[in-house]
C-alpha cells in the first residue's frame, strides 16, 4: 500500500499562485524519528513543551504543534525542517501529473518567501493531523484511569 499523499495548490497571490506540489508522508519509522529528533532538539535547546514527554515521536510534535520549531537552535531547526520538505515534490504540469521535480530542484522554482511557510505547514499538517482526533481519546483514557488531573484539553488548529 501506498504512503498518502496529498496536493496542494500554492493560494496565495504573486508569482507561486496555482503552483502545485505533490506532499507523500514518511514511513512510519522515519516519522517516528523524525518526531523524537523534534522533541530531542526542543528540549535540548531548553525550550518548554506542556504535556509533552521527550521521545514521544510524532505524536508528540503533533501535541506541540508547528511551532515546536521555535524552540529550537536554529541549526537543528533547519536540518529538521530540510528533512520534513523532502517530503514535497512539484508538479509542474498539472496535464502530465507523473512529471514531478523533487525538492532539491522544487525549491529553485518557489519565488515568494510566503510560500516557504506555507509549504511547511502542509507538509507538517500532512504527518501529524491524524493525531488530532487520537489525542482527545487518549487524554480522556487517561483521565478516566486517574493518569491526568484536569480535563482533556482540546486540540488547537496548526
Known amino acids: 500500500m501506498a504512503r498518502k499523499e496529498v496536493t496542494v495548490t500554492c493560494p496565495h497571490e504573486g ?3 496555482g503552483k502545485r506540489f505533490i506532499i507523500t508522508r514518511m514511513s512510519a519509522v522515519d516519522a517516528d524519528r523524525w518526531g523524537r ?14 504535556g509533552v514527554v521527550q521521545g514521544g515521536g510524532v505524536a ?3 501535541a506541540a504543534g508547528i511551532g515546536i520549531f521555535a524552540a529550537m537552535d536554529p541549526v ?4 529538521l525542517i530540510d528533512r520534513l520538505m523532502q517530503c514535497i515534490e512539484m508538479q509542474p504540469d498539472p496535464g502530465n ?7 532539491t530542484i522544487a525549491q529553485t522554482q518557489i519565488e515568494e518567501i510566503p510560500t516557504i511557510g506555507w ?10 493531523d491524524f493525531f488530532k482526533g487520537a489525542g482527545r481519546l487518549f487524554s480522556l483514557i487517561s483521565l478516566m484511569l486517574g493518569t491526568e488531573e484536569s480535563a482533556p484539553v482540546p486540540v488547537s488548529e496548526t
Do not use: Y
Request: some cysteine.
Open 119 to 128: 509549504l511547511q505547514s502542509e507538509a507538517f499538517k500532512l504527518h501529524v
Open 76 to 79: 537543528r531547526m533547519d536540518a
Open 97 to 103: 501529473p507523473a512529471t514531478r521535480l523533487n525538492w
Open 15 to 17: 508569482a507561486d499562485k
Open 60 to 62: 508528540a510534535v503533533a
Open 37 to 50: 529528533h523534534c522533541l530531542q532538539a526542543a528540549a535540548a535547546s531548553g525550550g518548554d513543551i506542556p
